[in-house]
């Protein structure tokens, strides 16, 4: 069954590679089928892989080979809520060591571009605290992280 809504993200030539790293990185991730071109098209020959179908954290998403005219920006990013330090590090380490980019405030890149926001928990729950002193503590201290450091944004709600 076609999903109603579906995320189509551009890639170069190497979609394929992308949604097999995002099943083996994420949870409730899959890669479903692959399409190869009809016919040629300007960056592509036929036979070759045109769109692959995957799921990331269970949201229906098409990549397609679509040449180099389009890159990534950080206006689309995927924001996963992480429950531990664990599972931030995970996460975080897999994108950035799979030759990604590091950036601020849990933000990263993955080597094909794209933005990932990885986020614990606590800082989501610190940002809509109705404590707004608790919020705007958690939100200096994460200001000065690149991967973020759940022990020090809890210590930071607390005061």
């Known amino acids: 069954m076609i999903p109603k809504n579906t995320i189509c993200l551009w890639y170069d030539r190497d979609a394929l590679e992308a949604a097999q790293f995002y099943a083996k990185t994420f949870p409730d991730s899959a890669v479903g089928a692959v399409h190869r071109a009809p016919g040629d098209y300007p960056d592509g020959k036929e036979g070759d892989v045109l769109t692959v179908e995957f799921t990331v ?9 679509g040449g180099s005219a389009f890159r990534h920006s950080e206006a689309f990013s ?3 809520a992480t429950d531990d330090q664990a599972e ?3 996460l975080w380490n897999a994108i950035v060591g799979n030759g990604g980019q590091e950036s601020q405030c849990g933000w990263c890149k993955d080597k094909w571009g794209l933005s990932w926001q990885i986020t614990p928990r606590t800082l ?3 940002f809509t605290s109705p404590d ?3 919020a705007k503590r958690a939100f200096e201290a994460m200001m000065a992280m690149k ?3 759940v022990a020090a944004i809890d210590a930071a709600r607390r005061g």
């Open 78 to 80: 995927f924001q996963v």
């Open 132 to 134: 707004r002193a608790e």
């Open 124 to 126: 989501l729950e610190a």
């Open 147 to 149: 991967k973020i450091d």
């Open 88 to 90: 931030t590090d995970r």
């Open 57 to 65: 954290l269970g949201i229906p998403c098409v990549g397609l080979n």
